[in-house]
């Protein structure tokens, strides 16, 4: 067990100078409504997830911060020894109402400006896309946003600064659910391949031409090498990408796997796909997919949303269906 500090000081505290960074980042998992909170000496990280079949976590650096406070907890009976803080839950969608609070337009995201074919970025906007998104000299926004927690059973609490306006929320926390990350066994890996991440986005964008259910992810060593296929009510297409280095920039698949998703799900990664530079496929040889997307911040810095998603159950007739319940069903988009 962990007790409180004696000083009741709290036991976290950040300042940031940029409240749409935290919201851009936080809204790429903002798929769900909940989310667990951890903090840790090296940042905040939250974490949600869909009928345990999809995860979003996204890892607010401390450098995001211009000042990272952590007091460790003590641990009951040893005064001497730290105990990590406890996790807890919060509604996601109410800390995103609040941190837009002062009002946090969107902006055009970094493939907005298309080339008239397929796949092309104009090159005014090929570069520092998702840096101008969090700009705040583009955006006029000088405000301070305030992140605080005085310790187990207390809101997590922020305040914003803006113009002389100064609007004070507390989130209710509570005891999170049992949640646990779906596991990608990184010495099993059966593809990892790297790419930036506006082809990916462009191929599932059109790939919805077809309300797609599905979605199917191949990988070879040899031709075609990486497919993304779809399969709807209306029809199906399929989208094949070449070994091409200046298009996969990293391609390592030992052999031929082929794993099916539900398109729903990894539509709700789009966000993501949209705002970061890179993005890093890699698939275990269970079928879990990890989608881990690089984001670049203001002032040169990176940050990294991570979704993870189980494939269908590779059974004919029932077994498909299974999953299909487990899953739920689709979200509108």
Same mark, same amino acid.
């Given at each position: 067990?962990?007790?409180?500090n004696?000083?009741?000081?709290?036991?976290? /505290? !950040?300042?940031?100078?940029?409240? &749409?960074? @935290?919201?851009?980042?936080?809204r =790429?998992i903002?798929?769900?409504?909940?989310?667990?909170?951890?903090?840790?000496?090296?940042?905040?990280?939250?974490?949600?997830?869909e009928s345990?079949v999809?995860?979003?976590l996204?890892?607010l650096?401390?450098?995001l911060f211009?000042?990272?406070t952590?007091?460790?907890?003590?641990s009951?009976?040893?005064?001497e020894?730290?105990a990590?803080?406890?996790?807890?839950?919060?509604?996601?969608s109410?800390?995103?109402?609040?941190?837009?609070?002062?009002g946090?337009?969107?902006v055009?995201?970094?493939w907005?400006?298309?080339?008239?074919?397929?796949?092309?970025?104009?090159?005014?906007?090929s570069?520092?896309g /998702? !840096?101008?998104?969090?700009?705040? &000299?583009v @955006?006029?926004?000088?405000g301070? =946003?305030?992140?605080?927690?005085?310790?187990?059973?207390?809101p997590?609490?922020?305040i914003?600064?803006e113009?002389?306006v100064?609007?004070t929320?507390?989130?209710v926390t509570?005891e999170?659910?049992l949640q646990?990350?779906?596991?990608?066994q990184?010495?099993?890996?059966a593809?990892?391949i790297i790419?930036?991440?506006?082809?990916?986005y462009?191929a599932?964008?059109?790939l919805?031409?077809t309300?797609p259910?599905?979605?199917?992810i191949?990988?070879?060593p040899?031709?075609?090498?990486f497919?993304?296929?779809?399969?709807?009510?209306?029809?199906s297409?399929?989208?094949?990408?070449?070994k091409d280095?200046?298009?996969?920039?990293?391609?390592?698949?030992?052999r031929?796997?082929?794993?099916?998703?539900?398109?729903?799900l990894?539509?709700?990664?789009?966000?993501a796909?949209?705002?970061?530079s890179?993005?890093?496929?890699r698939?275990?040889?269970?079928?879990v997919l990890?989608?881990?997307?690089?984001?670049e911040?203001?002032?040169?810095?990176?940050?990294f949303?991570?979704f993870r998603?189980?494939?269908?159950v590779?059974?004919?007739?029932?077994?498909?269906?299974e999953?299909?319940?487990?899953?739920?069903t689709?979200?509108d988009?």
């Amino acid at each position: 067990m962990a007790s409180m500090n004696d000083d009741n000081t709290p036991i976290f /505290s !950040a300042v940031s100078s940029s409240a &749409r960074q @935290l919201f851009q980042l936080l809204r =790429c998992i903002s798929f769900a409504t909940k989310a667990q909170v951890q903090i840790t000496k090296d940042g905040l990280r939250f974490a949600a997830e869909e009928s345990r079949v999809m995860q979003g976590l996204a890892f607010l650096d401390k450098a995001l911060f211009t000042t990272y406070t952590y007091t460790p907890m003590h641990s009951e009976g040893n005064e001497e020894e730290d105990a990590e803080i406890p996790a807890f839950q919060i509604s996601l969608s109410s800390l995103l109402e609040t941190l837009q609070i002062f009002g946090i337009n969107d902006v055009k995201d970094r493939w907005s400006a298309r080339d008239p074919t397929y796949g092309g970025v104009s090159g005014s906007m090929s570069r520092g896309g /998702s !840096a101008a998104a969090f700009d705040n &000299r583009v @955006l006029g926004m000088t405000g301070v =946003c305030r992140l605080s927690y005085a310790g187990i059973g207390e809101p997590l609490c922020i305040i914003l600064e803006e113009t002389g306006v100064t609007t004070t929320c507390e989130l209710v926390t509570y005891e999170p659910e049992l949640q646990t990350d779906i596991p990608l066994q990184r010495d099993a890996l059966a593809q990892k391949i790297i790419m930036r991440a506006s082809w990916l986005y462009d191929a599932i964008t059109e790939l919805s031409s077809t309300s797609p259910t599905r979605l199917t992810i191949v990988a070879s060593p040899t031709a075609p090498y990486f497919t993304l296929s779809s399969t709807g009510p209306l029809g199906s297409a399929t989208v094949e990408f070449s070994k091409d280095p200046q298009l996969l920039e990293t391609f390592q698949v030992p052999r031929r796997t082929v794993n099916t998703y539900k398109y729903s799900l990894i539509k709700g990664a789009s966000r993501a796909m949209s705002m970061a530079s890179k993005v890093s496929i890699r698939g275990d040889e269970q079928g879990v997919l990890s989608l881990q997307f690089m984001i670049e911040v203001e002032g040169g810095g990176v940050s990294f949303v991570d979704f993870r998603f189980v494939a269908f159950v590779s059974e004919e007739g029932e077994g498909d269906e299974e999953v299909d319940d487990e899953a739920g069903t689709d979200r509108d988009e």
